[in-house]
Nanobody, 123 residues
């Protein structure tokens, strides 16, 4: 069992920045790869970014590329998503996910999901 707990969401003005955190616990092998997705109201879930704990590989989805950075703190078992230049269309629930494999992380069923954290971009 892997437990993922997101934090850091909230209300931010357009153009602002926010850093989301995802603290992981549980079976190490099942959280070797961690990433972020989001789901806006009325829309399908969308892949944002992924990072592999073991070799540092990262991959970003197209929707926020250039405005986000995924990073990890191995000592804290935490993965972060730094977001800048936020737009109203970035408003969504952001989910952390974990899996044992990096391959096709962005488009297949994954081992574990967090409960999500709401990001609202509005003036």
């Amino acid at each position: 069992q892997v437990r993922l707990v997101e934090s850091g969401g909230g209300l931010v003005q357009p153009g602002g920045s926010l850093r989301l955190s995802c603290a992981a616990s549980g079976r190490t092998a099942s959280r070797a790869v961690m990433g972020w997705f989001r789901q806006a109201p009325g829309k399908e879930r969308e892949f944002i970014a992924v990072s592999s704990w073991s070799d540092g590989r990262t991959y970003y989805g197209d929707s926020m590329k250039g405005r986000i950075t995924i990073s990890r703190d191995n000592a804290k078992n935490t993965v972060y998503l730094q977001m800048i230049s936020l737009k109203p269309e970035d408003t969504a629930v952001y989910y952390c996910a974990a899996d044992r494999d990096y391959y096709d992380f962005h488009r297949r069923p994954l081992d574990a999901w967090g409960q999500g954290t709401l990001v609202t971009v509005s003036s």
